[in-house]
């Protein structure tokens, strides 16, 4: 097994072998449910405990769907409800969970770095679910998965990261993987959305849709991250559709066989046209949420097993 990690912190730890080891888990995971399967038992006699300090639909039902049909005991913690409003540390929460001794830990949370500082104190596997502006694994691993699907593989490629770059942890994942994997990236966005330091990240950047998309195998659109945005970064949702949102036009400069992404969830008509989003010839958006769950299985399967050895005692097989 190449895949040796007990956390899955973020993407920078990851070699290609390890990346390609997991989607290769993935893959299996997603055709056994295209087959009609529903039921594994990797994670079986496993607790699995989801903790969102962030508002999330489509994660958090995948991290439980992926669960579930690993056959883990699957508990949501609600933050509204618990002791972290009413003034408990990141810390204590981590100790109190810890003793209710779960197997494999999800977390979402504001604060870049959190999730690091709960690997630390825990006795199990912690996979991060999304943590500030900081990195968000398990998008970039079921983007990279959807575009191997379509485009037959993962090296090599012309692919653009378009839109709020600035305040995304999703482009900050994507731009390491498909680096790690020999793929060409560009960022395209306004000014005042392209992250300093982007120049040093070992991509291209484009502040011209047209310019950035000539040629591109693959188009990623990003969501305007309103709620860390603290000013004003764009004129208007108009104008920053007229010029950054794709469209049929701006999606004529790419290849004739691009592909179209989002990680969701879509602003229609500020990032990207409806009926764009809908073309099942070149959208591949829906896609991308059943990759989701089939890369988070992955995920927890190959952690799972790597905790289970760890614990095992001295000379004994997990």
């Given amino acids: 097994m190449t895949f040796r990690a007990t956390h899955l912190l973020g993407i920078e730890p990851l070699a290609p072998p390890e990346i390609t080891a997991l989607l290769d888990v993935a893959d299996d995971y997603a055709e056994g449910a295209r087959a009609g399967r529903r039921h594994w038992d990797a994670l079986r006699d496993m607790t699995q405990i989801n ?5 999330s639909t489509r994660t958090q039902a995948s991290f439980e769907l992926a669960g579930q049909r690993l056959g883990a005991d699957v508990m949501n913690m609600g933050i509204a409800s618990s002791s972290v409003k009413k003034g408990e540390t990141l810390v204590d929460t981590a100790l109190t969970l810890n ?3 779960p197997d494999i830990l999800v ?6 770095g959190a999730v690091d500082l709960l690997a630390q104190k825990v006795n199990c596997s912690v996979l991060n679910a999304g943590d500030g502006r900081h990195e968000h694994p398990t998008q970039a691993l079921l983007d990279a998965l959807t575009i191997r699907r379509a485009k037959g ?3 090599r490629l012309s692919i653009a990261i378009c839109g709020d770059i600035a305040h995304s942890r999703v482009a900050r994942s994507n731009i390491m993987l498909l680096g790690k994997m ?3 990236v560009r960022l395209i966005a306004p000014p005042t959305l392209m992250p300093a330091g982007a120049a040093d990240l070992g991509v291209e950047l484009f502040d011209d849709m047209a310019a950035g998309l000539e040629g591109v195998d693959v188009v990623m ?3 305007l991250q309103k709620e860390r945005m603290d000013g004003g970064f764009i004129p208007s949702e108009r104008e920053y559709f007229h010029r950054y949102g794709l469209d049929a036009q701006k999606l004529a400069f790419a290849r004739p066989d691009a592909i179209v992404m989002h990680p969701g969830p879509m602003n229609r008509g500020v990032e990207i046209d409806g009926t764009l989003a809908d073309d099942i010839n070149r959208s591949v958006i829906q896609e991308q949420v059943e990759m989701g769950v089939a890369v988070r299985m992955a995920a927890m399967d190959l952690l ?4 289970r050895a760890a614990r095992a ?3 004994v097989s997990a």
Avoid at 107 to 112: A, I, M, T, Y
Wanted: glycine content about 4%.
């Fill in 99 to 101: 003793a209710m001794r």
């Fill in 107 to 112: 977390v979402r949370h504001p604060s870049s």
């Fill in 182 to 184: 020999e793929n060409r």
């Fill in 221 to 223: 659109m990003l969501r």
């Fill in 313 to 315: 005692p001295k000379g």
């Fill in 51 to 55: 903790m969102f300090f962030e508002n």
């Fill in 304 to 307: 799972a097993r790597n905790l």
């Fill in 153 to 155: 593989r993962l090296h």
